[in-house]
């Protein structure tokens, strides 16, 4: 008996040893494990929607801005005929001018000529004239040069800002 209680003891003594490798082994592998489930620890850095959601948005975007668009082409529409009438009218002010200027220089010149007896003082006086009336020919048409290429930059900013759109 006293065999076998040795033999017992010794199993159980082998087995105690077996116990703590496997504990040891086991120690090593969970030491880690805070740090693993740190790292393996999924982290949702964008917020992923479901495709119906974001067409629903866009929709609802493009109905919110569809309203404001067609307001400002249709501001930007009417300012440009505006400006286009204005230019019309400012071309046709200008052609009645050059004609009134013209019909006067063939009236100034008639006259010239039936009265050269009449002396010197008038011819510059008419002269004097004339040179007014070219003077303000030449800033009609500067002014209406100027409209015109404002006009010219105001399509082309509408343009740009319609291009954002």
Do not use: W
């Not at 006293?2 to 087995?15: D, E, G, T």
């Amino acid at each position: 008996m006293a065999m076998s209680l040795a033999n017992s003891v010794s199993s159980l003594h082998s087995s105690l040893g077996l116990v703590d490798d496997s504990i040891a082994i086991l120690d090593s592998g969970v030491s880690d494990f805070p740090r693993i489930s740190k790292v393996l620890q999924t982290t949702r850095h964008f917020e992923l929607l479901p495709e119906p959601t974001i067409r629903e948005a866009q929709k609802a975007l493009l109905d919110e801005i569809t309203p404001s668009i067609a307001h400002l082409l249709s501001l930007a529409s009417n300012h440009v005929e505006k400006l286009s009438r204005r230019e019309q009218g400012l071309r046709a002010k200008c052609e009645l001018q050059e004609g009134r200027l013209n019909s006067e220089s063939r009236k100034t010149s008639t006259r010239g000529q039936r009265h050269t007896a009449s002396g010197e003082a008038g011819s510059a006086a008419k002269a004097l004239e004339l040179r007014r009336l070219v003077q303000k020919k030449e800033r009609l048409k500067y002014a209406v040069e100027r409209l015109e290429l404002q006009s010219t930059q105001r399509e082309r900013q509408l343009r740009k800002s319609m291009a954002f759109y």
